[in-house]
């Protein structure tokens, strides 16, 4: 998984309306975790094996209390079903404070050697009294434009 662009946002933004790609959400003790992914052919080379998905994730702190986002663990499954393990502190390099309200935004990407796949996983969150949960990401799916167009 590699690192992208990430921004903090003060107030907790409203999501347009696109249909372009499907948007995964789950919610843990007021931790809304939302996700969207798209195929990244300019990164890809099929006759390589390499497909590279690019994916946007929103954290937002509908608590009433601040958070920090401690870590993060990944489950990436290929079409194969070979599963990968990523666990590691923060996201994108940092470990971002969410006070109530407030979220924040990341980009990233993962790369893999067969033309579908899915990623779940949680991040570690870490309240201001001290106390640590798991806030859930919810699984989403890595499938090329045309599968999907296929599927529906």
């Not at 923060?90 to 969410?98: C, K, S, T």
């Not at 050697?113 to 001290?130: N, Q």
Request: proline share 6%; charged share 25%; hydrophobic share 35%.
């Amino acid at each position: 998984v590699t690192v992208g662009r990430r921004s903090v946002v003060r107030r907790i933004p409203r999501r347009s309306n696109s249909r372009e790609f499907p948007v995964y959400e789950a919610r843990t003790e007021g931790v809304l975790v939302r996700v969207v992914a798209n195929y990244l052919p300019d990164q890809s080379d099929p006759q390589e094996c390499k497909y590279v998905w690019g994916y946007m994730v929103e954290i937002e702190n509908h608590g009433k209390i601040g958070l920090q986002l401690v870590s993060r663990h990944w489950i990436i499954t290929d079409a194969r079903n070979r599963v990968e393990e990523v666990i590691a502190p923060g996201v994108v390099g940092e470990q971002p404070e969410l006070a109530a309200g407030e979220a924040f935004r990341y980009s990233s990407a993962c790369p893999l050697s067969t033309d579908s796949g899915t990623m779940r996983g949680a991040y570690r969150m870490l309240t201001e009294d001290g106390e640590t949960f798991e806030a859930e990401i919810p699984e989403f799916s890595l499938h090329l434009p045309t599968a999907r167009r296929a599927l529906h």
